[in-house]
């Protein structure tokens, strides 16, 4: 059985959002604060994580400083791609279960 329906992700300003719609139409929301820091540790608290990114670590959440956010909301940021990534990879188990491995990327044009 497929475990989701369809996952969007948006690494914005502020949070990284993603929602993910079941087959039996109920929805799960996965949200956390778009900041990163480059650590050591082994351990996040809370609303945060722990990643491995092009062979750095990083914490990302609300546990990162507070001067590790970025004005910019071009999703070619490392930031944004780093959290999208923390997302797609939450899920990526389920889906490879499931047998899917479909990404699709979707950009506004203005």
């Keep these: ?4 329906n369809y996952i969007t992700i ?5 949070a990284t959002k993603a929602l993910l719609r079941k087959p039996d139409g ?6 956390f604060r778009t900041k990163i ?3 050591i540790k082994n351990e996040a608290q809370g ?9 750095k670590r990083y914490l990302l959440g609300e546990q990162a400083g507070a001067s590790s956010t970025s004005a910019k909301s071009s999703k070619a940021e490392e930031l944004h791609k780093i959290c999208t990534s923390k997302i797609f990879t939450t899920v ?6 499931a047998g899917i491995l479909t990404l699709g990327i979707y950009k506004s044009i203005k």
């Design 10 to 14: 948006d690494s914005g300003k502020y």
């Design 26 to 31: 109920t929805d799960k929301s996965l949200v």
């Design 47 to 55: 609303n945060s994580y722990i990643v491995t990114y092009n062979g």
């Design 92 to 97: 990526s188990a389920a889906l490879a279960l």
């Design 37 to 39: 820091e480059e650590t």
């Design 1 to 4: 059985m497929v475990p989701f």
